[in-house]
């Protein structure tokens, strides 16, 4: 039996591979279902404080940009994401309004932010704290709960129904969400955890 450092476990489907060194630059992917698993360091972190980045750019511009133009009959209403969420501000909807205000910015953009506080120690070659630490954990907690997607699937469902009443004109903040969702599940197969953790405990102090 090998010792339990000899072995890494895929993120996605917990199938053991063993844990050989890679040569410079290189990837190693999981067998059965292709994520990840390990990745030279510095193109790890590189790659997850772009990414990371990026998408926190994103999420401000599909928070301040207008999202959608309704018109019919000659009137026409423009809406941001944000006043998506002040629709339900009325006191019996107001707890959904929270919920919705939460799932689709506040958790995404907290878990963007305590991304960049993390990783951005260790590409500027500095030692990570503790908090770096425990600021990639809370963000490995806060990916499920991060619901951008679904909200977006949520907005082509809504549109689909309204499309024959209405002419509807996507706002850039419609774009800047749908290119955030695609970098969001690229982030999520392309980061490869195990050496964020990696580099995040072994340059402990
Ligand atoms: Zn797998």
């Not at 949520?154 to 969400?177: E, M, S």
């Amino acid at each position: 039996m090998l010792p339990s450092t000899d072995l890494i476990a895929c993120p996605h489907c917990d199938t053991l591979h063993s844990n050989a060194s890679l040569p410079e630059g290189a990837k190693a992917y999981c067998v059965r279902c292709g994520v990840v698993l390990k990745q030279e360091r510095s193109t790890a972190i590189v790659s997850v404080l772009a990414l990371a980045m990026s998408s926190f750019f994103l999420m401000v511009a599909a928070i301040s940009f207008p999202f959608l133009n309704v018109s019919v009959a000659g009137q026409s209403n423009s809406t941001s994401v944000i006043g998506a969420v002040m629709a339900f501000s009325e006191t019996f909807t107001l707890p959904l309004a929270a919920a919705v205000a939460g799932f689709i910015i506040f958790l995404p953009l907290m878990r963007l932010g305590a991304i960049i506080f993390a990783v951005t120690p260790l590409a500027t070659g500095s030692t990570p704290t503790r908090a770096a630490q425990s600021a990639f954990g809370l963000a490995e907690a806060l990916r499920p709960w991060s619901m951008a997607e679904i909200f977006i699937v949520g907005v082509a469902v809504a549109l689909v129904k309204v499309a024959g009443l209405a002419t509807i004109a996507f706002g850039p903040a419609f774009w800047a969400f749908t290119l955030l969702v695609v970098l969001t599940a690229w982030q999520d197969t392309l980061i490869c955890r195990y050496s964020i953790w990696r580099a995040l405990d072994t340059q402990q102090v």
